[in-house]
C-alpha cells in the first residue's frame, strides 16, 4: 500500500495551482481574467503558475482576438484531470487517516 504522502502531486502543493486546478476541474473553460480575479492574483504570479501547469500538460491555453484584444482561455486536459483526481484522492485517504 503506498503512503497517501507519497501519493500527493507536488505541482499541487501551492495553493494558486490547487485553485487554479479547483477551478478548471467544475468549468469547460476559462478565461485568464477570470482566474485573475476569481483568486485575486497578479498578472505575473497567475501566469508564472499557469505555465507550471501547462509544462506538465496539465491545462491547454487557446490565445484568440476579441475584436483587438487578445483573449487567453484555459481548459483542463485529460492528464490534468487525473493528475488531479489522483491527487484529491490521497488528500481524502490522509484525512480519513487521521
Known sequence: MVNPIEAL????DSRI???VMSILIVNDSVSFNELKQ????TDGNLASHLNTLEQADYLKVQKAFIGKKTNTTYFITDLGRQAFKAHLDALEKMIKGV
Open 9 to 12: 502531486n507536488k505541482i499541487f
Open 17 to 19: 495551482r490547487l485553485g
Open 38 to 41: 476569481m483568486l485575486e492574483l
